[in-house]
């Protein structure tokens, strides 16, 4: 999942939220340099990827869009888990999706003491332009898709997930409802309506 799946999994703590997203952003197992906060978000954050890495539905489902979106069928699958989360976001939490991503970015904590220079510009970018709140849109699936497109090291075609997600949304939103009831029972997931 991608930003706002990781926002959601945090269990509305916003310290949490901060750190879980900012597990992208740090390598390696020693975690001794940051607070323990910090840490218990890198881990949710690590624990959550893996968690969907080995889901078998997604897995048959990467392998379904591995032809049209070669090497990057995870990524894709990400951003569209995050475009059906906000979508179908009333299925999911009792907060509407606007009123949540404010009540988070008025709570939020950057501080340079805790977090890398390059993730709080990110995170400074995510507030002031607002991406999450396109993320329910098919315009802002297609963004979300161009923009990780143009961050990859290697050519690829995520820049068409738009046009791939249409045409396997049936088989994408089926699989994202399967995966919602199996990482809500896992990450006891406690305010689904």
């Keep these: 999942m991608n930003y706002l799946g990781h926002l959601y999994f945090s269990n509305n703590d916003s310290e949490l939220m901060t750190a879980n997203l900012f597990g992208d952003f740090v390598k390696g197992r020693d975690l001794s340099a940051y607070q323990p906060k910090v840490q218990e978000g890198i881990l949710l954050h690590r624990k959550i990827d893996s968690f969907i890495d080995q889901s078998e539905t997604v897995l048959i489902l990467m392998r379904k869009l591995y032809a049209s979106l070669p090497k990057v069928s995870s990524v ?87 046009i791939v997600f249409l045409e396997y949304e049936e088989e994408i939103t089926d699989t994202f409802f399967q995966f919602m009831k ?3 029972e896992y990450f006891l997931v406690d305010y689904i309506k």
């Design 76 to 162: 894709a699958i990400d951003l569209f888990f995050d475009h059906l989360l906000a979508k179908n976001w009333n299925q999911f939490h009792p907060v509407p999706l606007d009123d949540f991503l404010n009540q988070y970015y008025q709570n939020i904590q950057l501080s340079e003491q805790l977090y890398a220079a390059k993730f709080i510009g990110m995170m400074q970018k995510l507030i002031e332009h607002n991406w999450i709140s396109y993320y329910p849109t098919l315009y802002g699936l297609e963004k979300s898709c161009q923009g990780v497109s143009s961050r990859i090291s290697f050519p690829n075609e995520l820049k068409n997930g738009k």
């Design 182 to 184: 199996e990482a809500n």
